[in-house]
């Protein structure tokens, strides 16, 4: 059976989070290997751009958090620790969540005090986040391979390195390479 099917069979084609019915498609939690859950347009828009948020969309984690489907608890953890509000410090309180899923939903750094966090920044100091587009500044030879990123490639949807700020990730000519943030702009 196929994932999409799977995850349509599971969820009773609605949001695993909010339980809309329109517009559902997979997603895969970031930084979490082989994990997804069903999500409608809405939701997928808000976990990826914190910027949108609707705090009053996620009042619907009250329900959701106590899936059994661990793609559901890290993603009601991470979106209950990115809302400022008393109802979320609240939830979290009240949430169950085993110590290994929880390893898994704080791998994002949702999760960490402010002063723990890494922030990954390109060469003008703007904040990187996961999911975001940036452009190489300078032709970079790829470590272990004969290939050379070019300068002004356009690399999409990054990846964070959450032990070291400088470091993100990201396919370039369709192969997964390390990136130096000092060498990147964000689009």
Sequence with gaps: MSLEKSL????????ELCGNEDNLSIYKV?????????????????ME???SIDINHWRCLNDSMWSEHNAVKIMAWRMLHRIDADWTQDLLGMMYIEDDVLELAKVSGDGDDDENKI???????????????VVLIKDL???GSSMVA?????????????????????KVDGQQIVIITQYVKKI
Excluded at 8 to 15: H, L, V
Excluded at 34 to 39: K, M, Q, S
Excluded at 160 to 169: G, R, S, T
């Design 8 to 15: 349509q069979q599971r969820s009773n084609n609605t949001c």
């Design 141 to 143: 030879k790829v470590k």
């Design 150 to 170: 070019k300068q002004g490639t356009a690399v999409r949807n990054i990846r964070l390195d959450h032990e070291n700020a400088e470091y993100i990730e990201g």
């Design 119 to 133: 922030i990954h920044r390109d060469v003008n100091g703007v904040i990187l986040e996961h999911g975001d587009a």
């Design 30 to 46: 970031p930084e979490v290997k082989d994990l997804a859950l069903y999500a409608c347009n809405v939701c997928t828009t808000q």
């Design 49 to 51: 751009d914190s910027d």
